[in-house]
């Protein structure tokens, strides 16, 4: 079956411009998350997603960074003024709710600010 | 408080030799491990998990761990190492936060595999 997707997979802006990235999970997988990793870095937690709600966005590293899920499938992380900080893979992973199950992870988005 | 550590940044053998990558845990509940791998400029993919059944685990491509209680560890093995295995690779650990499902990475371990 499909596996987790992300789109696009590169893009390039210019800093100060908004981006939208976008995460299409494993069909009926409940929990969401979206991961920040840097080159040489292991992935830093951003926000975990239990359905439409986010259940911890504790990783977020300021309000520049937001995210959604309306229907509690596909989900948006949007990035407010970019900063070069930013230039980063975003991981995007889902699974079911529970103990023991695992998290299937997209093949990413590559984010360069310039 | 949850958390990992991946007690070697790089490791290094030679092709054919074992591969032993080390991993403790903190939790304070009954955690679930795994064992992720990242290919250069590739996604995530599982390796094994553990999820409170057989201590001893086995995964793909001939890696297996065991879950040590007693020493909160978790460490990966490989009887052989192959040149694919070349790789980073990442201890999880999971387990039921106040938040639901929440997991915690440790900060990798670089394989080099030489010929």
């Known amino acids: 079956g499909a596996g987790v997707s992300q789109t696009p997979s590169n893009k390039v802006t210019e800093k100060g411009k908004y981006v939208e990235l976008r995460c299409d999970p494993i069909?009926?997988?409940?929990?969401l998350y979206w991961y920040r990793q840097s080159l040489g870095q292991g992935p830093e937690f951003l926000i975990y997603f239990q359905g439409t709600g986010a259940a911890d966005d504790s990783g977020l590293p300021n309000d520049r960074f937001f995210a959604v899920r309306p229907e509690g499938s596909v989900s948006t992380l949007k990035i407010q003024r970019t900063e070069r900080g930013d230039s980063a893979v975003y991981l995007c992973a889902s699974s079911l709710l529970g103990q023991g199950y695992e998290q299937y992870f997209g093949p990413g988005t590559r984010l360069t600010v310039t | 408080a949850q958390s990992v550590t991946q007690l070697d940044s790089h490791v290094s053998v030679s092709e054919g030799t074992p591969v032993l990558l080390r991993c403790n845990y903190s939790s304070s509940y009954s955690p679930s491990l795994f064992w992720y791998v990242q290919h250069p400029n590739k996604g995530l993919q599982l390796l094994l998990k553990y999820t409170s059944a057989a201590t001893l685990v086995k995964g793909i491509n001939g890696f297996e761990a065991e879950f040590k209680k007693s020493e909160t560890s978790f460490h990966l093995t490989k009887p052989s190492a192959h040149m694919s295995d070349a790789a980073e690779y990442f201890c999880?650990?999971?387990?039921?936060?106040?938040?639901?499902?929440?997991?915690?990475f440790g900060t990798g371990t670089s394989l080099t595999v030489i010929p």
């Open positions: 069909s009926g997988h409940t929990a």
């Open positions: 999880v650990v999971s387990d039921r936060s106040n938040t639901g499902n929440q997991f915690y």
